[in-house]
């Protein structure tokens, strides 16, 4: 297991007061890490900024001067200089493509790929060589599903976009990690995917367990990770034979339909 000492890492987080953010926070602050919580909602970050006693940046990863805030903010830490960046800020549409409003396109595709790759652009030049990023993606990122299409090319995007950086740098680099978790019990899958889950008996991981793969991950020093069986089985079968996963398809793709019916016109 690769050492790994938390007291010596200030981590920026997009995504703090998410499910999956919120439960990071806890964790890496229990492990003795210094963590910027990173998030759009302010009450939200203020109130777990005070009982985690870590500090926050308030900040809209859709905002048009977003990266702008983060680099501000990363050069102002002169005793606390960042070494890590956990891109974990997502959102998604759920349903059929034809019915995504065009704002959405941009909304998740934005959210989930162009900011984490213009993050990586801005923070890992400043990072030192013991320094990582951490790409949360998705099982979705490696298997196509019916509702997901946009979700679907925003963390493939993520996976491809990952594995080039960790292809084209050394050991004398800071690393660049992706983990892909398979459902996780947040708000990002209510109303319809929950439906969905439901109707299809999907397994769905808390966020603290999932928290605590994600830093078993990192002090393993594993750049890549899939969580949950037999969804690893299903990544494996898609890449190398998708026409065994194509038939899985049908039902899901039956439901979502079903689920829709006359939304479409």
Same mark, same amino acid.
């Given at each position: 297991?690769?050492?790994?000492?938390?007291?010596?890492?200030?981590?920026?987080?997009?995504?703090?007061?998410?499910? /999956?953010?919120?439960?990071?926070?806890?964790?890496?602050?229990?492990?003795?890490?210094?963590?910027?919580?990173?998030?759009? !909602?302010?009450?939200? /970050?203020?109130? /777990?900024?005070?009982?985690?006693?870590?500090?926050?940046?308030?900040?809209?990863?859709?905002?048009?001067?977003?990266?702008?805030?983060?680099?501000?903010?990363?050069?102002?830490?002169?005793?606390?200089?960042?070494?890590?960046?956990?891109?974990?800020?997502?959102?998604?549409? @759920?349903?059929? %493509?034809?019915?995504?409003?065009?704002?959405?396109?941009?909304?998740? @595709?934005?959210?989930?790929?162009?900011?984490?790759?213009? =993050?990586? !652009?801005?923070?890992?030049?400043?990072?030192?060589? !013991?320094?990582?990023?951490?790409?949360?993606?998705? @099982? %979705?990122?490696?298997?196509?599903?019916?509702?997901?299409?946009?979700?679907?090319?925003?963390? %493939?995007?993520?996976?491809?976009?990952?594995?080039?950086?960790?292809?084209?740098?050394?050991?004398?680099?800071?690393?660049?990690?992706?983990?892909?978790?398979?459902?996780?019990?947040?708000?990002?899958?209510?109303?319809?995917? *929950?439906?969905?889950?439901? *109707?299809?008996?999907?397994?769905?991981?808390?966020?603290?367990?999932? *928290?605590?793969?994600?830093?078993?991950?990192?002090?393993?020093?594993?750049?890549?990770?899939?969580?949950?069986?037999?969804?690893?089985?299903? @990544?494996? =079968?898609?890449?190398?034979?998708?026409?065994?996963?194509?038939?899985?398809?049908?039902?899901?793709?039956?439901? =979502?339909?079903?689920?829709?019916?006359?939304? =479409?016109?």
């Amino acid at each position: 297991m690769t050492t790994l000492n938390w007291q010596q890492h200030h981590i920026l987080l997009t995504g703090a007061t998410g499910g /999956l953010g919120q439960a990071l926070c806890r964790q890496l602050t229990d492990k003795g890490a210094r963590v910027t919580l990173i998030g759009r !909602h302010l009450g939200r /970050l203020e109130e /777990l900024a005070s009982a985690l006693q870590q500090p926050f940046l308030h900040a809209d990863v859709l905002a048009d001067d977003f990266i702008e805030c983060v680099d501000v903010y990363i050069k102002a830490q002169n005793d606390y200089p960042v070494t890590a960046l956990i891109n974990n800020a997502a959102v998604t549409y @759920v349903g059929q %493509f034809e019915m995504a409003p065009r704002g959405d396109i941009e909304r998740v @595709v934005q959210t989930n790929l162009i900011r984490p790759i213009q =993050l990586c !652009h801005l923070v890992l030049p400043q990072l030192p060589s !013991h320094g990582w990023v951490m790409n949360i993606g998705s @099982v %979705f990122g490696a298997i196509g599903f019916p509702g997901q299409a946009l979700y679907n090319a925003s963390k %493939f995007g993520l996976r491809g976009f990952s594995q080039g950086l960790q292809r084209e740098r050394d050991g004398n680099q800071a690393r660049v990690f992706y983990c892909a978790p398979r459902a996780i019990k947040t708000p990002l899958n209510d109303g319809l995917m *929950a439906s969905m889950n439901r *109707a299809l008996k999907t397994s769905q991981d808390s966020p603290e367990l999932v *928290a605590q793969q994600v830093i078993k991950q990192l002090e393993k020093g594993t750049l890549n990770t899939t969580i949950g069986w037999p969804e690893k089985l299903f @990544v494996r =079968l898609n890449g190398l034979i998708p026409s065994l996963i194509d038939s899985s398809m049908k039902k899901p793709r039956q439901l =979502l339909k079903q689920l829709t019916k006359g939304a =479409l016109s």
